[in-house]
């Protein structure tokens, strides 16, 4: 069975989420405190939704110097599969394990709502499973959620195929509608919409599903 | 500033009156600190003492309420081993001032009262109240309010999964913001906020304490009674009460004090809300029967220089007080530590004493060190429990009959319906939108529905197929002509909200927001809204769990219309599919279900609805509340919902209540909601498209002949309205219009109104 | 003339700043220590049309009390200068 | 010995600036017309305990290079004084 760590900041709200959405497609999910400073016997790892510290600052501004970061920053070195959703994204960007920066949205306020997402590459741990231009709908649920960076950047995000995912319809003013990036490997990811709140019809959307499903396949190491 | 001075005990908004009873129950002066702790206490905020010999009035109990009124927040037993906490307050005029903060405030303080039952939040309700918005203070109000709602509750972690809307001039100065929140708990782990056991302590969990919101007893530094540093400024004094809220400093208090009471390591546990420390000590002690002693030097401060009497009134937010055996306190500040929650022992929970009359009379005692200098002695209960009950005059306002005869029902000519309807469509989803509705997993049908429903789970619950709904409601231009049938009536449309996602209701909560109870008119409205909730909720098989009594709002000498908040609690037994909710399909048959007129003056009357108030008639008389008739119908509605909710075969395949705006309203949105339109028979007349008596039902069936049988069973009539198809929707001669030009102008009137410019 | 404008907006003395206060808790951990009294506020800068630098203040001033800040909780002060802006 | 420290945290030039945008696009309405250049962001007001001026604003900038900005797309500049601040 593969083992997924779901980290705990001081002020997440997803975690219960997120674990029960890796538990629901079979996986042994625990939690790990943020002070943690080892993490072993891991297949992957969640930084879930929420505000961590607060989200004061900035989003993921504090977060990123919590113990357990050295630690994740490590494991994706090794190639470990790292997920960060929605503030675990912007953790991430802040911690420098994925490029860019997520910024207000453009309308200025917090936005939950559906959203259609186009995957637009296969070659990260997220979106493995799924297909290329395959449209997926997923909640988005922030208030800093524009993904940002310099030219020179997104130059090498289209070169290396690092954009795994877009807004069919940009909701928050991303660039180039931009929903989700990994690294250059492909076994770090972050994105802004929640796939842990599509796991059922019951909820609204299944496709959550494929994604989560994708991300539990023992990890490949990218090219 | 040059008049003599006021005397002290006035100026801290106590009666000449009170000051005696004070006097009586200590059979002494009280000093200035005892003058300000009753001055907290026996406000109208803390103790209701206008409201409280009418609330008794209210219907409070059945076999599945486990707390009633008078705890931090009502409790039912939802069934399968799984406890539900609800209550609802109002915090409007903080609100008024700082929107952002006001409402932010408002929702970690009802989170509390939640959690201090030992319930996890799993959801909050914004019920909001504006004037106009073609004004921009108005605007600037509702963008605060909103922001601080999303601001806060977000952060926190509590989806807010519906609320209300309304926009009326009554409301220009005295914007309303009431904020309700539900959660669940394990049925055994329930906890009342009862200090027990001499010896036990009392530990201040949370936030450190400053002058927040100290506002009425500040008149205290500029009575000399400011101790050694006389140099409390005019400047304190004029500092404004405003509160900041803090929700990482919330969540992660919830997080400790969910694990304290998991790991059984408390005794009892209070919030601080209103009048803070001396609120949460003075109760805890008067509900266990005992003394509580209070070193005013233990309490973390985050200011300098500050008295006795400030940090006993502070409302600093995020504060919690937990009731623990000596024992535990190592554990407790362990676990505390790991959530960075400051924990210190403040208090100490002592015997009872004697009084002259041999009676044992728990103390409340403030000191300077636990062994230092009492500087207040009172008997708790005299603080909490014991204010002075009023029994305001009341009076049916004089031109009440006037307005009743000026009745819009019959009101010619009335205009082109089509525009009409147009005019009567807003979607409120540029409010909800900023809002988190989904965290947890739980939400089946969020905001912009008729009820909430939500699946009843969450972490530490034991598992359950059932589902809980949430609806508020509210009709003030019921009230307004007539408090009695008016609040009866909003309750029976907050049944019938919950019908539609397939709940039975179990229980109420209600926010009673009026004007100056010194006003004889607004105390009768009080009055009759109590009956008329008492009436309705006897006739409904419905228990009042818990409330809440705003008064005040006025200004100018004018009171708002009387606005009663109900939040009304259901359940479905076994929630595995969705309810049909409002889509409809091409071909399928509309139905009316319900009462199709109303009894009362005129079948269908136009007094206090949407219609006659957009083109300013206030006037008019509503429906009569028909108890046994609506019954039936909210148990036949609720009961197809549950079915289809359990996953049973169904030919229903789409309800929506009728509400604001009456049926054409009903029929427009639920076409808006996925495009499709319909051909609905000729209706009479305006007051037949824009009527709003509640009771009624617009459904589509595949099988309309089969689901006419099962109404008739259960002796509820159906009407046959149309067939559903095509992209108009047409209603006899009266209405035509494309289903787009419907959908657009509802998703944009929110946010045109909230662009305008003067 | 345009002059361009600094407007700082602060909590007032009393009120609560989670902000700043968290801030300050967590520099310890992060290796700056003796750092205290940390409290967060808002910064804006602006060009501003005016005769002279006197009008061009006294309609900052005005902005920032009216639009930037809500005087129940917030002090605004506005500048006629870049204060660490930098050109526009 | 502690001194005052005023930080500025400005967005770096080509970043969008949408609340910047929106305050410059709600001016003409509330009656101030001739204002440009809208730029929004954020101040941080400290005491900082070092041995003497040069000391502190070392450590002012370092810390508001390390933590108080995201440098991908923010600056950030530290001055000793209070700028608007008021005392602590
Ligand atoms: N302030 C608000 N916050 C969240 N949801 C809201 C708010 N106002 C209205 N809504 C949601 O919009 C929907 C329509 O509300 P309302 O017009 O009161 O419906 P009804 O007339 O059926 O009671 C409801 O689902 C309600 O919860
Ligand atoms: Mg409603």
Known sequence: MTKIGVVIFPGSNCEYDALTAMTSLGADADFIWHSTDTIEGYDGIILPGGFAHGDYLRPGALARFSPVMSAIAQFAKAGGAVLGICNGFQVLTEAGLLPGALQKNRGLTFLCQPTTLIVASTRSVLTRAASKDQELSIPINHFSGAYTCDDATYEQLIENDQVVLRYKENPNGSRDDIAGVSNVEGNVVGLMPHPERAMSTLLGSADGRILLEGFLRAPVSAS | MNSAPEPLHRALGLTDSELDDIRTVLRRDPNPLELALYGVMWSEHCSYKSSRIHLKRLPTTAAHVLVGPGENAGVIDAGDGIAVAIRIESHNHPSAIEPYQGAATGVGGILRDVFTMGARPLAVMDPLFFGELDDARQRWLVEGVVSGISGY???????????????????????????????????????????????????????????????????????????????????????????????????????????????????????????????????????????????????????????????????????????????????????????????????????????????????????????????????????????????????????????????????????????????????????????????????????????????????????????????????????????????????????????????????????????????????????????????????????????????????????????????????????????????????????????????????????????????????????????????????????????????????????????????????????????????????????????????????????????????????????ELGVIGGSQLTIGSMIELPVERIASRRSSALEDALASLD | MNFPVTVTVTLRAGIADPEGATIERALPALGFDGVTHVRAGKSFHMMIEASDEGAALEKATALAQRLLSNPVIENATARVGDSGWGAP
């Open chain 2, 153 to 719: 509750g977000n952060s926190v972690g509590v989806p807010t999964i519906g609320g209300e809307l309304t926009f009326d001039k009554c409301y220009a100065s005295n914007p309303l913001v009431n904020v309700l929140c539900a959660g669940a708990l394990p049925t055994e782990r329930l906890v009342l906020g009862v200090a027990s056991g001499v010896g036990n302590l009392a530990v201040l969990l949370g936030s450190s304490t400053g002058r927040d919101g100290i506002g009425g007893v500040s008149v205290l530094a500029s009575a000399g009674f400011a101790g050694e540093d006389g140099a409390q400024s005019l400047d304190d004094a004029k500092r404004p009460s405003v509160q900041v809220g803090d929700p990482y400093e919330e969540k992660r208090l919830i997080e400790a004090c969910l694990e304290l009471l998991d790991r059984g390591l408390v005794v009892g546990i209070q919030d601080l809300g209103g009048a803070g420390l001396v609120c949460a000590t003075s109760e805890t002690a008067a509900r266990g029967g005992v003394g509580m002693d209070v070193d005013v030097n233990a309490v973390p401060l985050r200011e300098e220089g500050m008295q006795p009497y400030e940090i006993m009134t502070s409302e600093s937010q995020e504060r919690m007080l937990a009731i623990i055996t000596p024992e535990n306190w190592p554990a407790v500040a362990t676990l505390c530590a790991k959530w960075e929650v400051r924990a210190s022992i403040v208090g100490h929970v002592v015997e009872p004493q004697l009084d002259a009359h041999g009676r044992s009379v728990g103390m409340l005692r403030v000191r300077d060190g636990f062994d230092g200098e009492i500087l207040a002695e009172v008997p708790a209960a005299s603080l909490a429990d014991e204010a002075p009950l009023y029994d305001r005059p009341r009076a049916r306002p004089a031109s009440l009959d006037a307005v009743l005869d000026d009745d819009p029902t019959y009101d010619e000519p009335q205009g082109v319906a089509s525009d009409d309807l147009l005019a009567l469509l807003m979607d409120p989803a540029w409010v909800y939108r900023q809002y988190d509705s989904q965290l947890f997993l739980n939400t089946v049908v969020g905001p912009g529905r008729d009820a909430a429903l939500l699946r009843l789970a969450g972490p530490g619950l034991p598992a359950s197929e059932r589902g809980i709904a949430i609806s508020t409601d509210s009709n003030p231009r019921w009230c307004a002509l007539d408090p009695r049938v008016g609040i009866a009536l909003t309750i029976a449309e907050s049944v019938a909200n919950l019908a539609c996602v397939g709940a039975s209701a179990k229980a109420v909560v209600n926010c009673l927001n009026f004007g100056n109870p010194e006003h004889p008119e607004v105390m009768w409205q009080l009055s009759e809204t109590v009956d008329g909730m008492s009436e309705a909720c006897l006739a409904l098989g419905l228990p009042v769990i818990g409330g809440n009594v705003s008064l005040y709002n006025e200004s100018g000498g004018s009171d708002i219309d009387p606005t009663p908040v109900v939040g009304l609690l259901g359940v479905v037994q076994s929630l595995v599919a969705p309810p049909p909710g409002w889509a409809w399909r091409e071909g399928d048959t509309m139905v009316l279900v319900g009462v199709r007129t109303a009894r009362g003056a005129s079948p269908f009357p136009l007094g206090g609805t949407r219609w006659a108030t957009n083109r300013g008639r206030r006037g008019g008389r509503i429906a009569e509340f028909d108890g046994p008739s609506l019954r039936a119908t909210f148990d036949f509605v609720a009961g197809e919902v549950a079915a289809v909710c359990a996953g049973a075969p169904s030919d229903v395949t789409a309800v929506h209540d009728v509400g604001g705006g009456g049926l054409a309203t009903a029929i427009a949105e639920m076409a808006a909601s996925n495009g499709v339109g319909a051909s609905v028979i000729e209706l009479t007349s305006h007051a037949e498209l824009f009527s709003e008596f509640p009771g009624r039902f617009v459904m589509a069936t595949n099988d309309v002949e089969s689901f006419t049988t099962r109404a008739a069973a259960a002796g509820v009539d159906v009407v």
